[in-house]
C-alpha cells in the first residue's frame, strides 16, 4: 500500500485568546479545509505528515488569517504546544486547482531557465523552495554554484510553467540577476 502524501495548507502562527484557538496562515483557497469537523495534520513544517491528527472544534476569519479550535486543545498552553507546526491535508483531499493555477507544491524540483534562453543553454538553476513573504509568492532558486537567488514571482515575471517538462520560464526585472553575481563573473 502506498504512503499517504501530505501537503502544507498552512501555519500555526501563535496561540489567541484563552480558550485553545490558533492563529493559521492559510496557504489554501478552500475554507473548507477549516471547516467544522474536517480533520487536519499538524506536523513538524520540515515533515508534512509526521505529526497527530486534529478535528475542528470551530473556525472563523480573523484579519488575513484564520482562527481555528481544535477537539482535544481546551486552552491558551495546549494551544502553545502546537505553534510553529504545518498544517497538512492528504494530497488526495485537495481541491483540484484551477486551469491556469498549480499547486505551490508541485512548483519544488522545477528547473528554472531564463525567458531569454535560447536551446542548449543551461538553466539558472532549481525551484527549491516558496516563500509567502505576505504579499507576492517569493521563490528561492538554487543555481549551479549553490547561490540562492531570491525571485518575485510576480505572474508577469513568470511566462510558463510546464509541470510535464518540469520546467519554469522566467523573465526576472532589469538588475535582479546581477545581484547574485560575484566579482569573478
Given at each position: 500500500m502506498a504512503a499517504v502524501k501530505y501537503i502544507v495548507?498552512?501555519?500555526v502562527t501563535r496561540p489567541h485568546g484563552i480558550r485553545g484557538?490558533?492563529?493559521v496562515d492559510s496557504q489554501a483557497d478552500s475554507p473548507s479545509y477549516f471547516a467544522r469537523g474536517a480533520r487536519l495534520r499538524l506536523s513538524p513544517p520540515d515533515a508534512p505528515g509526521r505529526g497527530r491528527d486534529y478535528v475542528v472544534r470551530?473556525?472563523?476569519p480573523h484579519k488575513d488569517r484564520i482562527l481555528v479550535?481544535?477537539?482535544g486543545v481546551p486552552d491558551r498552553n495546549a494551544a502553545e504546544t502546537l505553534r510553529g507546526l504545518a498544517v497538512c491535508l492528504p494530497e488526495s483531499e485537495l481541491a483540484p486547482p484551477e486551469p491556469d493555477e498549480v499547486f505551490l507544491h508541485e512548483l519544488l524540483g522545477l528547473r528554472v531557465r531564463l525567458v531569454t534562453s535560447a536551446p542548449g543553454?543551461?538553466?539558472l538553476g532549481v525551484l527549491e523552495?516558496?516563500?509567502d513573504s505576505g504579499g507576492a509568492e517569493l521563490?528561492?532558486?538554487r543555481d549551479a554554484a549553490g547561490r540562492e537567488i531570491l525571485f518575485p514571482a510576480a505572474?508577469?515575471?513568470v511566462p510558463d510553467i510546464d509541470l510535464d517538462a518540469r520546467i519554469v520560464v522566467i523573465d526576472p526585472p532589469p538588475g535582479l540577476l546581477e545581484l547574485y553575481q560575484t566579482e569573478e563573473e
Amino acid at each position: 500500500m502506498a504512503a499517504v502524501k501530505y501537503i502544507v495548507v498552512g501555519g500555526v502562527t501563535r496561540p489567541h485568546g484563552i480558550r485553545g484557538e490558533l492563529v493559521v496562515d492559510s496557504q489554501a483557497d478552500s475554507p473548507s479545509y477549516f471547516a467544522r469537523g474536517a480533520r487536519l495534520r499538524l506536523s513538524p513544517p520540515d515533515a508534512p505528515g509526521r505529526g497527530r491528527d486534529y478535528v475542528v472544534r470551530a473556525a472563523r476569519p480573523h484579519k488575513d488569517r484564520i482562527l481555528v479550535a481544535f477537539e482535544g486543545v481546551p486552552d491558551r498552553n495546549a494551544a502553545e504546544t502546537l505553534r510553529g507546526l504545518a498544517v497538512c491535508l492528504p494530497e488526495s483531499e485537495l481541491a483540484p486547482p484551477e486551469p491556469d493555477e498549480v499547486f505551490l507544491h508541485e512548483l519544488l524540483g522545477l528547473r528554472v531557465r531564463l525567458v531569454t534562453s535560447a536551446p542548449g543553454d543551461p538553466d539558472l538553476g532549481v525551484l527549491e523552495e516558496v516563500r509567502d513573504s505576505g504579499g507576492a509568492e517569493l521563490w528561492v532558486i538554487r543555481d549551479a554554484a549553490g547561490r540562492e537567488i531570491l525571485f518575485p514571482a510576480a505572474d508577469a515575471l513568470v511566462p510558463d510553467i510546464d509541470l510535464d517538462a518540469r520546467i519554469v520560464v522566467i523573465d526576472p526585472p532589469p538588475g535582479l540577476l546581477e545581484l547574485y553575481q560575484t566579482e569573478e563573473e
